[in-house]
């Protein structure tokens, strides 16, 4: 009977999932992708991790799991999408089911673990996860080995198995070694022993004794790496700050704080509740050229903090009012605070982290939202559970429709992308050798004088593109006009390449580099009726 129950459940939460990510099928490459794609196609395993340090490498960079993954992903199906969603949906599917388990497993009930899995199926703040491709591979298998990980732990607790606790050591090495963010367990584990068999620390460092000091190790390394080796390397990055310590902690306490309102309000809806109340408070504000930002940044901020202090306040009376889930309460808290951990040494945009950093932390959030919910059940009775019920379901319907919305907008975008690199292969199936690229259009996009539907370097995209023809040295795809607006042409051993949005400047490295007007090739985007438009002939007469 209750493994009946259990696949009738699953039935539903996979429909639910396919009812949230239906769209995601129609997706496309975004920005990142071609940078991986470029690479994989380019080098080998033992080239692709030359580029880390040694400290690097210790401290789980490199993602010596992923890496194959993406290998395999990229590498047989080149400019498709459809492989990673599959891939996306399956995992996020099992990682759903997986919250279930857990949440069955430390609270004992059939309710709390299933609006848990329900809650981190549709969960609209952590989509990113799952409908990006360049997140993906790394995010969904790293949450996964975790979430096994964690199991394989209790079973351990519950019946003092020594190989599920060396399973769970094994299971969580894996996790790390998929994404480095899932670092958090090593200090998860030891922490829950104690709480759970009310030992002391000492007596839990010492269980725990080889994954604390790996834990050691991979910290001191990742921090040597990131303020000694790559310091200042990015923007986002504290490193670039000129008090980085302070900017750690500071990170370190309002990070998790805000996140635990964050994975209930999606972030559409926060900039409409500050943009409110900067309205009503400080209208002059709101209607400055800064007002967006303030209401993003600032005003989004506070918000946050004031609804996770609710929501803290509730926890407490939780605890309070519900010994029975007292621990999995203190474990789920503990779990949440620890998942973002890793993310203190980022800077962010906004008032919300991206949004597959929140991925992991979902997971002990839908414990806890279920916690609560299941004591106000129990506290108004069952006259109460009907209203209750749809009111989760209005709420779960919410976020599969922000989901949708978001992945509505990216299909937009994919279809505009790919149609026109399909006119592109119509227009220009090969290309002749060494050649120069001049693209203009009659709109702006992401940038001034970018003129086509791409995130990244036109130039870049052109060379991974066309790699296939041998015209593109291999030394090339590390980031040559990799930026949005780089312009350039090189030449290696008698091949060259060459991008330009500007017509002036492609006009003084044609004279400077001794080109040809034959190596060009000239288009126009016309972005109202999404047409590519040959002007080779017009250009190459201009350049003559």
């Not at 400055?288 to 202090?309: Q, R, Y």
């Not at 023809?469 to 090339?476: A, R, W």
């Not at 492609?506 to 004279?511: E, G, T, Y």
């Amino acid at each position: 009977m209750k493994i009946n129950r259990l696949i009738i459940f699953s039935v539903i939460l996979f429909a639910i999932i396919l009812v949230a990510y239906h769209q995601l099928f129609q997706i496309f490459y975004q920005q990142d992708e071609w940078m991986a794609l470029g690479h994989i196609m380019t080098q080998t395993f033992p080239e692709y991790f030359k580029q880390f340090s040694g400290t690097a490498l210790l401290g789980g960079g490199g993602r010596p799991l992923s890496v194959p993954l993406q290998y395999f992903l990229f590498g047989n199906f080149p400019f498709q999408a459809a492989p990673f969603v599959v891939f996306a949906l399956a995992f996020h599917f099992l990682n759903s089911l997986l919250v279930f388990l857990l949440a069955k497993k430390i609270t004992r009930n059939f309710l709390i673990a299933s609006v848990s899995a329900i809650f981190f199926a549709t969960s609209s703040v952590s989509h990113q996860a799952v409908s990006w491709i360049g997140a993906s591979p790394t995010t969904l298998p790293s949450a996964f080995f975790v979430l096994v990980s964690l199991l394989s732990y209790f079973h351990f607790l519950e019946k003092n198995g020594q190989k599920y606790f060396y399973a769970s050591l094994f299971l969580a090495l894996v996790s790390f070694f998929f994404k480095e963010s899932s670092i958090i367990i090593f200090i998860l584990l030891p922490i829950t022993y104690i709480i759970y068999k009310k030992v002391t620390v000492l007596d839990s460092f010492r269980k725990h004794a080889l994954i604390v000091s790996y834990l050691s190790i991979a910290v001191l390394s990742r921090v040597y790496d990131l303020f000694f080796v790559n310091r200042g390397l990015t923007s986002t990055f504290v490193t670039r700050n000129s008090d980085p310590l302070v900017r750690i902690l500071f990170h370190a306490l309002l990070y998790p704080l805000e996140s635990l309102s964050q994975v209930i309000i999606f972030p559409g809806l926060m900039w409409k509740i500050s943009s409110f109340f900067l309205s009503i408070s400080f209208p002059s504000i709101l209607h400055s050229p800064s007002g967006v930002l303030v209401a993003e940044k600032i005003g989004a901020e506070i918000i946050s903090i004031v609804f996770s202090s609710i929501i803290l306040v509730s926890l407490f009376l939780v605890f309070r009012n519900d010994k029975k889930n007292g621990k999995a309460i203190a474990f789920s808290l503990l779990f949440f605070f620890l998942s973002f951990l890793p993310y203190i040494f980022l800077e962010r945009g906004n008032a919300y982290l991206d949004s597959r950093y929140f991925y992991l932390g979902v997971a002990p959030a839908a414990i806890i939202f279920s916690t609560i919910i299941n004591l106000i059940k129990n506290k108004l009775g069952r006259n109460y559970f009907f209203p209750i019920a749809f009111s989760l379901l209005i709420f779960f319907f919410a976020q599969a429709m922000f989901i949708n919305s978001e992945l509505s907008f990216q299909a937009d975008v994919s279809r505009e992308r790919k149609n026109f690199l399909i006119s592109l292969e119509k227009l220009y199936p090969s290309v002749p050798a060494n050649p120069v690229f001049y693209i203009t259009g009659n709109r702006d996009f992401y940038v001034s004088d970018h003129k086509i539907p791409f995130q990244q370097g036109m130039g870049y995209t052109l060379m991974v593109w066309y790699y296939k023809t041998g015209i593109i040295p291999k030394e090339f795809m590390n980031s040559f006009l990799w930026d949005i607006k780089e312009e350039g042409y090189r030449e290696k051993e008698n091949k060259g390449f060459g991008y330009y949005w500007n017509l002036n400047h492609l006009s003084a490295d044609f004279k400077k580099n001794g080109l040809n007007k034959n190596q060009v090739i000239a288009l126009f985007y016309d972005a109202d009726k999404e047409k590519l438009v040959d002007i080779t002939k017009s250009v190459r007469e201009e350049l003559k």
